[in-house]
């Protein structure tokens, strides 16, 4: 009787302290990063916009395990074919504080939905995971970097990340 009762105290205990635990760490993605941003009640999540970028990030909460910030630049110039294209900084950080980074490009025209992709990048903006990226012109990478760089900066403004663009 009294082994089913220690065994019910440390049952108990694991549990609390997993919850306690889960708790801590979604306070800190929320605190260090989602209420970084905005709410904005006309869209009914967190965004703001700026003169020539807008920045998006989820609220935490203790289910979910990550949380997401997006920060785009539109209507870059491009070429002849694809005039103006949306280049955006993905990032997701776990609650454990693993964090990925996804630089895409866009061109929402007509006819022009194929063209673009992503490219998976480390914390020097570094391509990364070749097999992962989804990229129709190698050269959108190298032909945009001071747009790439721009993001860079926004993002270690608003969330402190220490990106490096080299």
Known sequence: MKKRKNIKIIITAVITMCILIN????CNLELNYSKKVDYNE???FRAEEHDD???TASDASFF???VSM???LNDIYYNEDNKTITISLSIYIDKFGKKT???RFDDYDEGKEDFGGYVYVDQNMNP???EETNITDSSLYENNRASILKLTEIANDKWDLNLKFN
């Not at 708790?23 to 979604?26: A, D, G, M």
């Open 23 to 26: 708790v801590l760490l979604t």
């Open 64 to 66: 979910t395990d990550e």
């Open 128 to 130: 990364i995971n070749e």
């Open 42 to 44: 006309e869209k009914h």
């Open 70 to 72: 997006d920060i785009e």
């Open 53 to 55: 970028y807008y920045i």
């Open 101 to 103: 980074y996804i630089v």
